[in-house]
Nanobody, 128 residues
Framework: VQLQACGGGLVQTGGSLRLSCAASGRTFNNYVMAWFRQTPGKEREFVATINRSGGNTGYADSVKGRFTISRDNAKNMVYLRMNSLKPEDTAVYYC??????????????????????WGQGTQVTVSS
């Protein structure tokens, strides 16, 4: 599956952005989807995941209550709505896909090396 993320930009603290990731190449609803983020010199960090149907999600503690992941299987799209943004949310954001990786609301992949497919990143910068 090929992934392409977009929607990043510059926003002030407290603002909102919605990232989008378009998938093509394989049956989209066969894949668990996720968002990760990375800052220079640090490992890629898990942000959120969503199961194949879109009925269940999981979040990093740092974004819980502020970010919402969703998907539209008819359009082959996954989204990340980011509200109440903070300067520490500044990073390059990546979407990722894997055939597996979501087993329950408390058991899902959170490590970057567990995902097989990646899009290019989109930069999010939150100014203070």
């Amino acid at each position: 599956v090929q992934l392409q993320a977009c929607g990043g930009g510059l926003v002030q603290t407290g603002g909102s952005l919605r990232l989008s990731c378009a998938a093509s190449g394989r049956t989209f609803n066969n894949y668990v989807m996720a968002w990760f983020r990375q800052t220079p010199g640090k490992e890629r960090e898990f942000v959120a995941t969503i199961n194949r149907s879109g009925g269940n999600t999981g979040y990093a503690d740092s974004v819980k209550g502020r970010f919402t992941i969703s998907r539209d299987n008819a359009k082959n799209m996954v989204y990340l709505r980011m509200n109440s943004l903070k300067p520490e949310d500044t990073a390059v954001y990546y979407c990722a896909a894997d055939r597996y990786g979501y087993y329950s609301t408390s058991d899902y992949y959170t490590r970057a090396n567990q995902y097989d497919y990646w899009g290019q990143g989109t930069q999010v910068t939150v100014s203070s």
